[in-house]
């Protein structure tokens, strides 16, 4: 004979089961099509303008990092942007939002730019001026606003310094220091010390008088 389930006891409680409730996603504001379809606004660009003390002496609560930060870039594309008239760098990785509209420190990597031939992928300028720009290794050679970011697509987009297949780093407001600093860079933006920073304000004082 197949076993039977035996029956409840009179005394023993039975537990209550439990409704199944299927989960429900949370209600979304129903917007018109046409604003679901708008791309988002650029932040508008910043006044011209130096770096400023007060970007220094404001440091993060818990960090005590400073504000402004650094992007290394190889030659000859960091004195392109410092002495030439280059103002999209091509990188493969899109910039942070939060250092979008900020003033950062343009740097010169130690090592040059083996990968990619100036000659093929650059306006003549570049190539024109390789030998007469001055050639800065590890050090700071300007001061810009990075204003916007976008994916290259197409071959004039950006032209004539911009490369199919990278993102565009827009820069504006450019300013290149007297005398190069010397600075150790990194990886992506960095924190620079505290007396690199204060070389950049004297530099931009003596300049400004």
């Given at each position: 004979?197949?076993?039977?389930?035996p029956l409840p006891h009179p005394t023993r409680r039975q537990a209550p089961r439990k409704r199944h409730t299927p989960h429900r996603r949370p209600r979304l504001p129903r917007l018109p099509l046409h604003q679901l379809l708008r791309p988002l606004a650029p932040r508008p660009p910043t006044r011209p303008r130096h770096l400023h003390?007060?970007?220094?002496?404001?440091?993060h609560p818990h960090t005590g990092a400073h504000p402004v930060k650094a992007l290394t870039i190889r030659q000859p594309w960091a004195a392109a942007i410092a002495h030439?008239?280059?103002r999209t760098e091509n990188c493969s990785w899109p910039v942070p939002s939060k250092h979008l509209g900020a003033r950062i420190l343009i740097h010169a990597a130690a090592d040059k730019d083996r990968t990619r031939r100036p000659s093929h992928e650059c306006p003549r300028v570049l190539t024109d001026n390789i030998g007469i720009w001055p050639d800065d290794r590890s050090a700071i050679l300007a001061v810009a606003t990075l204003t916007e970011c976008h994916f290259g697509q197409g071959p004039d987009c950006c032209t004539p310094w911009g490369?199919?297949?990278y993102f565009h780093w827009t820069l504006a407001n450019v300013i290149a220091l007297p005398e190069p600093i010397p600075a150790k860079g990194d990886l992506g933006f960095w924190t620079p010390p505290a007396d690199v920073l204060d070389a950049v304000l004297a530099q931009q004082t003596e300049a400004a008088q």
């Amino acid at each position: 004979m197949p076993r039977q389930n035996p029956l409840p006891h009179p005394t023993r409680r039975q537990a209550p089961r439990k409704r199944h409730t299927p989960h429900r996603r949370p209600r979304l504001p129903r917007l018109p099509l046409h604003q679901l379809l708008r791309p988002l606004a650029p932040r508008p660009p910043t006044r011209p303008r130096h770096l400023h003390p007060h970007d220094t002496q404001r440091t993060h609560p818990h960090t005590g990092a400073h504000p402004v930060k650094a992007l290394t870039i190889r030659q000859p594309w960091a004195a392109a942007i410092a002495h030439g008239t280059k103002r999209t760098e091509n990188c493969s990785w899109p910039v942070p939002s939060k250092h979008l509209g900020a003033r950062i420190l343009i740097h010169a990597a130690a090592d040059k730019d083996r990968t990619r031939r100036p000659s093929h992928e650059c306006p003549r300028v570049l190539t024109d001026n390789i030998g007469i720009w001055p050639d800065d290794r590890s050090a700071i050679l300007a001061v810009a606003t990075l204003t916007e970011c976008h994916f290259g697509q197409g071959p004039d987009c950006c032209t004539p310094w911009g490369m199919q297949g990278y993102f565009h780093w827009t820069l504006a407001n450019v300013i290149a220091l007297p005398e190069p600093i010397p600075a150790k860079g990194d990886l992506g933006f960095w924190t620079p010390p505290a007396d690199v920073l204060d070389a950049v304000l004297a530099q931009q004082t003596e300049a400004a008088q």
